[in-house]
């Protein structure tokens, strides 16, 4: 199978900006601080939509995105005029009668939109949510699919 990345995720360099940041911020959010400081992951606190992948091989368009913590029944994936749409929501709730001492992880609205070829079948779609990873399988019509050429010798 020939698999291409036509997406790829965050370069090392801007990891190290963002762990770096974090840290920063977690030096700064003592409890002491936690009155008037956000504690959560500054970056993550403030990235509207979730990280993703584009991916395709010879029939198909495959699309990843990471949604920890989002069930099924929280996504939203629609396809129209060549854009794939990725939203929902991401709820947690401390159980009653507690009190949290750390708080990274939070409540969570985000939509990802990505222009997608016009070389695609978008009605026969296929979407599944498996272990916080979103994929959409995009099949490609018949007529665009890569296609192998034996080559002769004379």
């Known amino acids: 199978m020939n698999t291409r990345t036509i997406l790829a995720p965050a370069t090392t360099a801007m990891d190290s900006v963002r762990h770096e940041i974090d840290h920063v911020f977690d030096r700064l959010t003592t ?3 936690a009155s ?3 504690t959560t992951r500054f970056l993550d606190a403030i990235r509207p939509h979730p990280a993703v992948n584009m991916i395709e ?3 198909n368009l495959f699309f990843e995105a990471e949604l920890p913590g989002v069930t099924a029944t929280d996504l939203d994936v629609t396809i129209a005029d060549n854009m794939l749409t990725i939203s929902g929501t991401r709820t947690l ?3 009653e009668d507690s009190t949290s ?3 990274e992880r939070s409540t969570n609205t ?3 939109l990505v222009r997608i070829p ?3 079948d978008a009605d026969h779609i296929d979407a599944t949510l498996a272990d916080g990873i979103l994929t959409v ?3 490609k019509f018949e007529g665009t699919r890569t296609r192998r050429v034996a080559v002769q010798e004379n």
């Open 57 to 59: 091989d010879d029939n």
């Open 31 to 33: 409890s002491s601080l």
């Open 137 to 139: 399988t995009i099949p």
């Open 110 to 112: 985000f939509e990802r």
């Open 93 to 95: 709730e401390a159980p």
């Open 36 to 38: 008037v400081l956000p």
């Open 101 to 103: 001492l750390r708080r």
């Open 118 to 120: 016009s070389s695609v």
